[in-house]
């Protein structure tokens, strides 16, 4: 190979340098990747820990003496934090930065104190005096990044968030040893000033930007327009809520992940470039191209480089860099070539638009598209997109590793880095479900491949604040080099998540661990009840776990409820629990309104229609309503206090009904971000029943056959009619959650409908056959 040196730019040399040199090396340099690392003074981040202290506990804080010692760092650069007793009454925590202070601290709260906390609730009922740590206690990361989100979090749960919102979250994450999150929020301002300066005019812009609610998919390219404009007020709002969360990420120690371009781009640039080379990407999940079908520039055209060095100088210059930055071009979309050639250029040229403007750039990469298009993408295709940035340039995230795994298949990524992921949740739904046995050995068996390339481990969820639990285990397995007896573990956690040691609530979250948390099947057999479904005929009605131990663990949280009834953790898992099982019986009645249906038995039809739609998803709804994290007002509350004006008011409002339930303008991903709210079920989910068990009831009586195509038109009008009523819904719970759930209890336990013949009399036939009544 020849190259004209002399005109060569010197950005350009040491890229190509760069890249010829990638293959060699050193294992070294991409596990510890020794320039991303926190940017503030240890007395900064020690501060910032003690504030947190502060914060979680207020005066007892003063009982711990933080500090950062960036020197306390292993030789290989991986986090250690120390525990010791100073004094009478006094912990010592030191941190070699303040992610792992952090750390440290939570880790004593749970293990000399018995504390907890989560999403769904703290418990931190610290001892007076503190309890003595009775050796000094060294614990180091056996990895250098615990890394966190999904690009989607940002539109499933953090889309309303404020900054008092954002402030628990980031303190969660440190708590929780999270050293590299990803900063999305306010881009959109950032991309703004970029098409202005290229000469887009506001309807252009307006025109490319998504509603607040989908904002994830239109950031890779997947669609457009739908939901929005986005106003200055959005941008402005977004823009400054940015430059907090980075500050408070970095002033922790974290090493934050901002967005690069990945090569989509708005139509009104080819009005003001009319020569420039681009390709059009397909529709993405059921939208045409009026809302999809994105613009990808071609990786040669020089407007490439001019758009991703704009945005990343820009970006840079607003909220600085930490020098690692997210980019996906592919995700769920099909490229228009297979050509290895092709492909390479395409991640070479994002690539370089990094390192033109941050020579110390690293590009972090969803290995998402891997998993969801494994026939377009064979290994001659993946090492392509993966090598067209130098060898320990580039991270890859393993998104889903707890289900279907990479890295085995690829060599561990063709020698680049890559992050051991538990994607586990879709759509932020709600549902008990994890792998609690893979995600126990999974990240030590990635470590110990051969010539693993592996970095970290990561928490990828689409939506959060659900099972507490699976994100709890996978945040202390980032911190451990050996798997835990999970036995053990789940009893400890019953214990702290409560405030104290109860037999039932530990052996119901025992049966959980065997149940609910072990399933074996992939991800695509994770449960999906009826209830949350357009109703059809033939509906998916598995689950990856036997129920009978579902419906056991209920009747111990119910036994453990006179004692715990006071912990607010306990009540949600209470209601949690009762929500699962109430969605099996959902089940139930839908497999017998199909047996009547199909055997034309009308009274049977009606009989068990009825009992679902007025009673059990009315005694749904208030189960529901009972908790705060269970609102529909509250998701709808946050959405309409993002807004000044009317105008938005209703947008936003449109967009949070939207994104649960249709997920589009005509049902494009229907319920696929599906929730279990109060208000949500009784309004939406139980007319849509309703409407089903009519149009049956009318087929039996005129004896015309029941068409989906028929009932979809009809039940169309039902959803829409949910997403612009203007409906207000109480953002405060109602009801007593413990009289709610005595009385599902006493209605639908099996022990209680055994020998109850009125009990009987409106069970499912598939409920008492399951449970052996017949």
Known sequence: MTMNIGRMKVAELAFLLLSFLGASVSGKVFQTLSHLKPQHRDAVQSAAVQDLLYRLIGDRAAEFQVSVNSSLAAPDGL????????????????????????????????????CHISWSGVQLQVPSPLPRVPYTIT?????????????CTSSYSFVWWDWARWEKEIDWMALNGINMPLAFTGQEAIWQRVFLTLGLNQSEIDDFFTGPAFLAWGRMGNIHTFGGPLSANWMQKQLSLQNKIVERMRSLGMITVLPAFAG????????VFPKVNVTRLGGWANFNCTYSCSYLLDPEDPLFQKIGGLFMTEMIREFGTDHIYNADTFNEMTPTSSDPAYLSAVSTAIFKSMYNVDPGAIWLMQGWLFVNNPSFWKPEQIQALLLGAPIGKMIVL???????????????FYGQPFIWC????????????????????????????KESTMVGTGLTPEGIEQNDMIYELMNEIGWRSSPLNLTDWISGYSTRRYGQRNLNAVTAW???????YNCTQDWKDHNHSPLVRRPSLRMNIDVCYNDSYLFKAWKYMYLAAPSLSKSSTFLYDLVDVTREVMQQLVTAYYLDIKTAYESEDLEKLMTAGGVLVYDLLSDFDDLLSSQPQFLLGKWLDDASKMAVTEKEASLYDMNARNQITLWGPTGNILDY?????????????????????????????????????????????V?????????????????????????????????????????????????MKKHKFL
């Open 510 to 516: 025992q049966l959980l661990l065997t149940s609910v």
């Open 264 to 271: 989509h781009i708005p139509q009104g640039l080819l009005r």
């Open 139 to 151: 614990v180091k990361t056996p990895n250098r990044f615990r890394y966190y989100q999904n690009v």
């Open 79 to 114: 986090e250690t934090y120390e525990l010791r007793s100073v004094g009478v009454g006094k912990v010592a925590v030191v941190g070699s930065t303040g992610v792992a202070a952090a750390t440290g601290c939570y880790n004593y709260l749970k293990y000399f104190c018995g």
């Open 398 to 412: 393993d998104l889903a590793a707890e289900n279907s795994p990479i890295y085995q298949k690829t060599k561990s």
């Open 422 to 449: 538990m994607l586990h949740n879709f759509g932020g739904n709600h549902g008990l479900y994890g792998k609690v046995d893979t995600i126990n050995t999974g990240p030590f068996e990635a470590m110990s491949f």
């Open 673 to 717: 971000a599906n929730k279990q709210f109060g208000g949500l079920v009784q309004d939406y989910y139980a007319e849509r029943w309703s409407l089903f068990l009519w149009c049956l009831i009318e087929s039996l009586n005129t004896e015309i056959p029941f068409h989906q195509d028929k009932f979809n038109q009809a039940v169309s009008i």
């Open 719 to 767: 959803e829409k009619e949910f997403i612009y009523n203007g409906k207000k819904y109480s953002t405060t719970p109602t009801g007593d959650t413990l009289d709610i759930v005595k009385n599902i209890f006493i209605k639908y336990h099996p022990e209680n409908v055994k020998d109850n013949n009125y009990l009987k009399l409106k069970m499912p036939y598939s409920y």
